[in-house]
């Protein structure tokens, strides 16, 4: 040993491997109740969320919002991470008080690993390890992508296999679930997600961030079939929304050369248009999902399934081919820790727990 310091090292790295030890086999040999008590956090981008489940029931689901980030038209990874860590403590205590649970009542604590943004993960993680280790009570990591589908679960339940559209501002894919936690991506997109697409649409017409939601409110006012938009071709199930993205940003330039008024003027016509177009493209690749798995029971999830022209589009379509369709409560197809309790609690009665060294991952896949 050559300084003090080095012995503190050495000291600090015993303490935290007793620690993990002691917090290993307090998990492997507790009793494990057929109805647990789990509290969950989610904080994979810019909303902090807690949410307690008991015997598969969600009591609550609190959200904190950040909109610091209006300001700068998207999210900013670093203000995100600080809004957290100043946010969680809050939004977990009123969880707990909410569904009057103590800390001693519950059999769980579930957390958001991925994917998302790096440091919002890290401050769910961080404070899940450190509630389990001081409860001494196992932790459960949830796929995101995978607990959006699993919140049709939470009221009006679908049954085995069924399709599930996932479609958010980083995501766009068909997954097959076969069961609660048997899914398999079957198509998805190749570059941009359409939530993006939404997004960045939005930005061109000089929109406030987040510019998906105004597109749907203006659409509701104006003419789907005013304008017409290419449509990008990709093979089987796969999607791509970058050229869109392209193409409408032509589309502006040329139009706003003939008159610098354009937009304003053609504001509800032009949201409507393009929505259209999106939802269009999305369901296009449903329908041939349906059509070569022979499934007739099908999902969204997902920020974009809040959107009124995909939820019409799907409900029209479902009459035409008999589907019999799930759409969850707006409160939970955005980013919400009910979602994640709810794959928790799944998780937990097939005793799939996780260790105090699990990380983050911020491009996790479903099934990884």
Request: neutral net charge; contains cysteine.
């Amino acid at each position: 040993m050559n300084s003090a310091s080095d012995a503190k090292i050495v000291y600090k790295k015993i303490f935290l491997l007793q620690n993990r030890i002691r917090f290993l086999i307090t998990c492997k040999f507790m009793v494990q109740p057929l109805h647990p008590t789990i509290l969950a956090i989610e904080s994979s981008c810019d909303e902090t969320s807690a949410s307690v489940i008991r015997s598969g029931k969600v009591l609550n689901n609190v959200i904190a919002s950040q909109a610091i980030h209006h300001k700068h038209g998207g999210v900013v990874p670093e203000l995100a991470s600080r809004a957290h860590q100043q946010n969680i403590l809050l939004v977990v205590n009123e969880a707990m008080q909410t569904a009057d649970i103590k800390g001693n009542e519950l059999n769980a604590i579930a957390f958001t690993r991925g994917p998302g943004l790096m440091g919002s993960l890290l401050v769910g993680v961080s404070f899940a390890k450190g509630m389990a280790l001081a409860l001494s009570i196992p932790m459960i990591e949830v796929n995101h992508m995978e607990a959006h589908v699993l919140a049709h679960f939470i009221n009006e339940r679908p049954t085995f296999p069924f399709l599930c559209l996932t479609v958010s501002g980083g995501h766009t894919q068909i997954v097959l679930v076969k069961d609660y936690l048997d899914m398999h991506v079957i198509g998805e997109t190749q570059d941009d997600a359409v939530g993006e697409a939404f997004d960045k649409a939005a930005k061109m017409m000089g929109l406030p961030y987040p510019g998906g939601p105004l597109i749907d409110k203006f659409a509701q006012l104006g003419n789907a079939s005013t304008f017409k938009f290419s449509q990008t071709v990709m093979p089987g199930l796969e999607f791509s929304f970058s050229g869109i993205k392209t193409a409408f940003l032509y589309f502006l330039r040329d139009r706003k050369k003939e008159n610098e008024k354009f937009v304003e003027e053609n504001l509800n016509d032009i949201c409507a248009s393009l929505q259209r177009h999106l939802v269009q493209m999305l369901l296009q690749k449903l329908k041939l999902a349906a059509q070569q798995t022979g499934i007739r029971e099908i999902a969204i999830a997902g920020g974009v399934a809040a959107n009124s022209g995909l939820r019409n589009e799907l409900a029209q379509t479902a009459k035409e081919l008999n589907w019999k369709i799930f759409i969850p409560e707006f409160q939970y197809c955005t980013d919400n820790a009910a979602m994640i309790a709810m794959a928790a609690h799944y998780k937990f009665l097939a005793g799939k727990f996780c260790s105090m060294d699990v990380a983050p991952i911020p491009n996790l896949a479903i099934g990884g």
